[in-house]
């Protein structure tokens, strides 16, 4: 198991921005597709967005597609979740995942790597 660091969670208003990012062993970031979940109290960990190991692809879930932007910086081994148009709705833990090169998958549980975790609120 190889640790991944979220930082970048914290308050903004409804309609503001804010990015987080989590950076990754070298190798766990150069083998794995890296993702971004969310977890409100009381309900799943939700897929949020998804981006391939060569960077090449990227999946969003449809409740923040046009909104989040999922990309990766292999120097710093590090990806990043640019949140714009922010919603009430998106409140919730945000938890950076990686998965071993292979399909693309949007379930949680076929993800080997999970960091700690970040809260992020968005206030009307």
């Known amino acids: 198991q190889v640790q991944l660091v979220e930082s970048g969670g914290g308050l903004v208003q409804a309609g503001g921005s804010l990015s987080l990012s989590c950076a990754a062993s070298?190798?766990?970031?150069?083998?794995?597709?890296m993702g971004w979940f969310r977890q409100a109290p009381g309900n799943e960990r939700d897929f949020v967005a998804v981006?391939?190991?060569?960077?090449?692809?990227?999946f969003y879930a449809d409740s923040v597609k046009g909104r989040f932007t999922i990309s990766r910086d292999n120097n710093k081994n590090t990806v990043y979740l640019q949140m714009n148009s922010l919603k009430p709705e998106d409140t919730a833990v945000y938890y950076c995942?990686?998965?071993?090169?292979?399909?693309?998958?949007?379930?949680?549980?076929?993800?080997?790597?999970w960091g700690q975790g970040t809260q992020f609120t968005v206030s009307s």
């Open positions: 981006i391939s190991r060569s960077g090449s692809n990227t």
């Open positions: 070298e190798r766990t970031f150069s083998t794995s597709h």
């Open positions: 995942a990686a998965k071993a090169s292979g399909l693309i998958v949007f379930g949680a549980r076929a993800y080997d790597y």
